[in-house]
């Protein structure tokens, strides 16, 4: 079943550049997708066009049969709760409680005087615990989220994003400022939870070889069009070598 139908695509910024040219591309329920391409080759902006992050110069994206690109400032807050985004950069409140970071996840949920005063519900919270527990941070859960190490931080961040119960994840170079060892960890439990809980999950990555190890699919991007699109023994070194080829510019 498809979760994501995205036709042709384009997306060309204010300043003239072009970022996404005229790309479609079916998402099945249940793919552990990456795309993979070189810097500027336009991945954040096929995953921000997907939450209408970023508004899309033309073209469609069906998200479970709903149009993404035209829906109303109601339907996008409907639509964007169950589509989980964790970022490089974590985007997490640092001065508030690790807990409290996972809680917000419910927000999109709530009515926003609820949501200000953080009046969560006591099945919110037994969830917020049981999130903790699965991404191994319940002894943390009091300590303000900036005090946190990388790793840490970006599993409060998975673990906030399955707070919303989301039918899908996007993640946006989730371990780019981490390092191998702790890369590694991040990559296992979002593959592994994605995996259990049926979550379909989109991942922008940098590093081929750790694409390789988890994606059910690989898209290739270059120069804001898909010019792989496979799976991860499909991906031979001269299609990685053509993906982070620049055309030349005559
Ligand atoms: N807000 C913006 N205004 C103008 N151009 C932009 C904007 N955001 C991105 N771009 C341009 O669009 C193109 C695609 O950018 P995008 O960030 O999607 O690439 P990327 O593959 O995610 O790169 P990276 O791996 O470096 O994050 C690039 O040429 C970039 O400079």
């Known amino acids: 079943m498809e979760i994501l139908e995205i036709q042709n695509l384009t997306k060309i910024y204010k300043d003239g550049t072009t970022a996404l040219r005229d790309i479609s591309f079916n998402v099945k329920k249940g793919?552990?997708?990456?795309?993979?391409?070189?810097?500027?080759?336009g991945k954040s902006t096929i995953l921000r066009s997907i939450n209408r992050l970023?508004?899309?110069?033309?073209?469609?994206?069906?998200?479970?049969?709903?149009e993404i690109t035209t829906s109303s400032?109601?339907?996008?807050?409907?639509?964007?709760?169950?589509?989980g985004m964790i970022f490089q950069g974590f985007h997490l409140i640092k001065r508030v409680s690790v807990l409290k970071n996972v809680l917000h996840g419910r927000l999109g949920y709530?009515?926003?005087?609820?949501?200000?005063?953080?009046?969560?519900?006591?099945?919110?919270?037994?969830?917020a615990w049981s999130l903790l527990e699965r991404v191994g941070l319940t002894d943390q859960a009091y300590k303000r989220a900036g005090e946190l190490s990388g790793g840490q931080q970006q599993r409060v961040a998975i673990a906030r994003a399955l707070a919303?119960?989301?039918?899908?994840?996007?993640?946006?170079?989730p371990i780019a400022s981490l390092d191998p060892t702790t890369s590694e960890t991040i990559m296992n439990y979002l593959y592994q939870i994605c995996h259990e809980d049926g979550i379909t999950c989109i991942v922008n990555l940098h590093q081929v070889e750790v694409a390789k190890r988890y994606a059910t699919r690989i898209l290739g991007v270059q120069q804001g069009t898909i010019i792989f699109d496979g799976s991860a023994t499909e991906l031979s070194d001269s299609e990685i070598q053509h993906i982070y080829q620049k055309k030349l510019v005559v």
Do not use: C
Request: aromatic share 6%; no cysteine.
């Open 164 to 173: 919303q119960k989301p039918a899908l994840i996007l993640a946006d170079e």
């Open 31 to 41: 793919e552990f997708a990456i795309i993979i391409g070189s810097s500027g080759a």
């Open 110 to 127: 709530m009515n926003s005087f609820k949501g200000a005063i953080g009046a969560f519900s006591k099945e919110d919270e037994e969830a």
């Open 54 to 66: 970023v508004q899309p110069t033309s073209g469609s994206i069906l998200f479970q049969n709903k």
């Open 73 to 83: 400032k109601g339907e996008l807050r409907k639509i964007r709760r169950e589509m």
